[in-house]
């Protein structure tokens, strides 16, 4: 299992600022100008082809790095209602989003870097075996960004890079994992408090996520980055 550890080097802490992008709710180039990795809708909970190949085209430009945002195919719910789906039926819906996106990245000099899943599908694989192993199955031998459960120590058993993120704009409840957003103090929206937890979770994680929609996203990923920067982390891309 390999990770990125902020601790590893001498002279310099290192960590990822990722944001969901290609989902038509925020200002991606605005975001890929202060990320360093980009989760890219693939079209099954928001986004298409066209979107996508904006990303990474931009993501090109700026040196991001980009990652498959896989989901339920539920654009109607944005992907956020969990979906009693079987594996085979879900490893292949895993597999045509990460293809497409690959195709259209190699289009622009990319790589597909790793496959994170999206909404209700990254809460349901932290403790469905089924559906992380058809998330894992569908995305090859990507590297796989999460949450600790059920898919990324399925992921380190089988010797796949596994990559920890946390979210400076989101509540968590005592058991470690997010709050429903309907829940008080799911939502954390003032732009210092969020900036403030990307630092303490820099120290903890591999990845600082941003919600890309939320309708400060692009100020609280400046926020981050400012606040990561003066704490002595260098960003660095998954």
């Known amino acids: 299992m390999e990770r990125l550890d902020p601790t590893a080097h001498r002279f310099e802490r290192r960590v990822d600022l990722n944001a969901d992008l290609g989902e038509g709710v925020t200002d991606d180039e605005a975001l890929l100008r202060l990320v360093s990795s980009a989760n890219v809708a693939c079209g099954y909970h928001a986004g298409d082809a066209a979107t996508m190949r904006a990303v990474c085209e931009q993501a090109a430009a700026h040196g ?9 195919a539920d ?15 879900l490893r292949e819906q ?15 000099g990319i790589e597909v870097r790793y496959v994170k899943p999206h909404g209700a ?11 992380a192993h058809a998330v894992l199955d569908g995305g090859g031998l990507l590297p796989v960004l999460g949450m600790p459960g059920v898919c990324l120590d399925a992921a380190a ?9 946390g979210f400076p704009d989101r509540g968590y ?17 003032d732009e210092r408090a969020v900036a403030e937890r990307a630092v303490e979770l820099a120290g903890r994680v591999d990845s600082v996520c941003v919600h890309g ?8 990923a400046r926020a981050c980055r400012v606040a990561l920067e003066s704490a002595g982390y260098t960003l660095r891309g998954l």
């Open 75 to 89: 654009r109607a719910n944005f992907g956020r209602v969990a979906v009693d789906v079987a594996y085979e039926v």
């Open 157 to 165: 058993s089988a010797g796949r890079t596994v990559w920890w993120e």
């Open 121 to 131: 599908l990254y809460h349901r694989v932290l403790d469905d075996e089924a559906q």
């Open 173 to 189: 409840g005592d058991d470690g994992r997010l709050l429903p957003r309907s829940a008080p103090g799911s939502l954390i929206e």
């Open 94 to 108: 895993v597999r045509h989003q990460v293809g497409v996106l690959t195709e259209i990245a190699h289009a622009a």
């Open 64 to 72: 991001v790095s980009v990652g498959a945002q896989v989901s339920y």
């Open 213 to 220: 929609d939320s309708p400060g996203a692009v100020a609280h």
